[in-house]
């Protein structure tokens, strides 16, 4: 079963433009929510988590319980920006660890 | 700086030659996973180490061992490699499971030929 569906495998926007990142998932019970990034030629690191209810680098993320949602988002995108995003799920069994196929941001300037 | 380290950055292994992987962290904590990620694809969860207690993904294949002699080292041992097996392959270490931030290496680029 998906547990995470990122449904834009490609976005793009211009620079100064808003961004919005979906993430959607599917689980039965409480989870954690997370937003890992994947700047070029870097690992992946942790940008976001929702327990944390903190703006990293100007991004923000929300738990919509009700639709089952983790949006991403930022009102002013910079060109550093561009990057992997992926979201990922952690169910309330520390064995279960989901991660999303990922979108790749790109920032026109 | 404190760090997880994989090598070789990039293995090719020959199909059916069992190839090992290796991880480790200078992050003295207490998980450590390993995760494979296909082209296009998300990265998926094999197992994961909780101090010396392992766990296994339900759907990981049997070709896939694991091994964790120590809090700073993991292996990845792929007994018979397929051409399915091609990946990049991820550790990534936690100080607790699940909640925690999890710390990823650069990976390793699996090749089989």
């Known amino acids: 079963a998906q547990r995470v569906t990122q449904p834009e495998k490609l976005l793009s926007v211009f620079k100064g433009a808003p961004v919005e990142l979906k993430c959607n998932y599917s689980?039965?019970?409480?989870?954690?929510l997370f937003w890992y990034v994947q700047y070029s030629r870097q690992r992946l690191q942790l940008l976001l988590r929702?327990?944390s209810r903190e703006s990293i680098k100007g991004f923000t993320a929300d738990l919509n319980k009700g639709e089952t949602s983790f949006h991403l988002k930022k009102p002013f995108a910079q060109e550093e920006d561009s990057a992997m995003y992926y979201c990922a799920l952690s169910g309330s069994s520390r064995n279960q660890f989901y991660f999303g196929t990922g979108t790749s941001l790109t920032v026109i300037p | 700086d404190a760090m997880v380290i994989q090598n070789p950055r990039y293995q090719v292994t020959q199909f059916g030659k069992p190839v090992t992987l290796s991880c480790s962290q200078t992050?003295?904590?207490?998980?450590m996973y390993w995760y494979q990620q296909k082209s296009s694809q998300a990265p998926k969860l094999l197992f994961h180490y909780y101090d010396k207690d392992f766990n296994n993904e339900a759907d990981t294949p049997d070709n896939f061992q694991s091994r964790r002699p120590n809090t700073s080292f993991c292996f990845l041992d792929i007994r018979s490699p397929g051409l399915g097996d091609a990946a990049m392959y991820l550790c990534?270490?936690?100080?607790?499971?699940?909640?925690?931030?999890?710390?990823f290496g650069p990976g390793t680029r699996l090749t089989v030929t």
């Open positions: 992050l003295n904590h207490n998980v």
């Open positions: 689980y039965s019970g409480s989870p954690e």
């Open positions: 990534a270490t936690s100080s607790r499971a699940g909640q925690d931030e999890q710390y």
């Open positions: 929702h327990i």
